[in-house]
């Protein structure tokens, strides 16, 4: 008996739970091989730095650099890729730009200050970091949207600088990539990938600045290095592979389900494709669907091992049983194929991107939407959020005491601080408290 293209699953199955905890899982993005080699990647450039950078350059990506020079593109040439591309190809990325763009504005924070009665001030200083670096993959597919999606909130925040690296194998580029860099206002690239791009832009070398923080997905090579250098530097998230989750109430096309299943599986064999629903014939068309289309999809091998390996069709009993199971999940993206979705929102608790209606299908989202489609994946939407114009601002308390103010607090913090055995912090604050003098010692 030959094996089913995509996983059919019940939850009257007397296993359910634990299957789907096993499909769902995705804990590791390496193993200790993959470690032990990044691990040496990230000495090698702490130690050697631009010389590391361009032996590893040579050797992954098949090129014969022998100046970092060789590896830099600043604003001119990005601006050349600009004007190689296509009008109509032009015109997307700018379309899409623009909607993400004007989606990030109203993410941005302002500073804040209030007084109190006696004269003490307090507030939030808000501030944007001053380096990031943002990485884009080279390998499997380009991905411009990603460098829209980093790079435009970054400068929304008024991040001083943002440097991309972008691996070039075979000395090969994709203009659109670098185009689209032009468009989102990136300051330098440098054709760099893998563990050691992660670990310049986290540590410095003579030639690529240190920066603040790293963003931009990447493969295990670079998750792993990412994992490694956090602390020393700020990073998005550690992703996993893609997820797309759809609850369906039967009434949508099988084939608009199928294809959107697809969409999220061609990323890759571990991506995660499931469909739920309470309707056991839609279910079967759905299936028949991903038959009858998988054969015309240009990536139809990755698609058929994603699907085959953690892909999934779940009947369930009822709307709300469908609604639990999305919750455990806590899905990347979630589409709401069914009627009224809105009214399902506030029962809703983890997802990164909720997709609203028949008609909104997760590929918008991916490309020109406007949100950010940098999101929580691997259940990580139980704590996490999406990438936004906050992810590139700091916050700094702002405290200012008048000498009432200072008085009245003083008193307050000697009690605790001595509560806690420390004498310093107590005497400290005792210094400012307002003392009344003793009429008997004047008089």
Not at 97 to 116: G, K, M, T, V
Not at 334 to 357: C, K, M, N, T, Y
Not at 360 to 380: F, M
Request: glycine content about 6%; charged content about 20%.
């Amino acid at each position: 008996m030959s094996r089913p293209l995509i996983n059919r699953l019940s939850t009257s199955d007397g296993d359910f739970l634990p299957t789907l905890d096993k499909l769902t899982a995705w804990n590791a993005v390496s193993d200790s091989d993959i470690e032990a080699k990044v691990a040496e990647i990230i000495q090698q450039v702490r130690c050697r730095g631009d010389q590391a950078l361009l032996e590893y350059s040579n050797q992954f990506d098949r090129r014969s650099c022998q100046r970092m020079d060789q590896l830099c593109l600043g604003r001119e040439q990005l601006a050349a890729a600009l004007e190689s591309i296509d009008s109509q190809t032009r015109s997307a990325l700018e379309s899409a730009a623009q909607r993400i763009n004007d989606y990030h504005q109203h993410q941005l924070q302002q500073s804040w200050q209030y007084q109190e009665a006696n004269g003490t001030q307090l507030g939030q200083q808000i501030t944007a970091l001053e380096r990031v670096g943002l990485y884009v993959p080279g390998g499997k597919a380009s991905y411009p949207s990603s460098v829209l999606m980093n790079c435009i909130p970054a400068r929304i925040a008024q991040v001083d600088e943002i440097i991309m690296t972008v691996p070039a194998p075979d000395d090969k580029l994709s203009p659109i990539v670098l185009a689209a860099a032009a468009i989102a206002g990136v300051d330098k690239v440098f054709t760099l990938g893998g563990a050691q791009a992660i670990a310049a832009m986290a540590y410095g070398t003579e030639s690529i600045p240190k920066v603040d923080k790293i963003v931009g997905p990447g493969n295990s090579f670079v998750a792993t290095a990412k994992r490694m250098v956090f602390g020393s530097v700020g990073l998005d998230m550690v992703a996993g592979p893609s997820e797309i989750l759809i609850i369906c109430d039967g009434k949508t096309d099988p084939d608009w389900i199928a294809m959107d299943l697809f969409s999220q599986a061609e990323h890759d064999e571990n991506a995660q494709s499931i469909l739920i629903s309470w309707d056991r014939a839609h279910l079967d068309a759905v299936y028949q669907s991903i038959a009858k289309l998988l054969p015309e999809m240009e990536r139809q091998d990755i698609i058929a091992q994603s699907l085959a390996n953690r892909g999934a069709l779940i009947e369930v009993a009822d709307k709300d049983e469908a609604i639990m199971l999305s919750n455990r999940i806590a899905p990347e993206h979630l589409e709401l194929s069914v009627e009224d979705p809105q009214s399902w929102l506030p029962e809703i608790r983890h997802a990164g991107a909720i997709f609203l209606g028949r008609f909104t299908a997760e590929a918008l989202g991916d490309y020109c939407a406007g949100p950010n489609h940098v999101l929580p994946t691997s259940a990580t939407a139980r704590f996490s959020s999406p990438l936004g114009v906050y992810d590139f601002q700091k916050r700094s308390s702002v405290i200012y005491c008048s000498e009432s103010g200072a008085s009245e607090l003083g008193e307050v913090a000697s009690i605790l601080g001595r509560g806690e055995s420390l004498t310093a912090h107590a005497r400290s604050a005792e210094y400012r408290i307002k003392r009344v003098p003793d009429k008997k010692s004047t008089g």
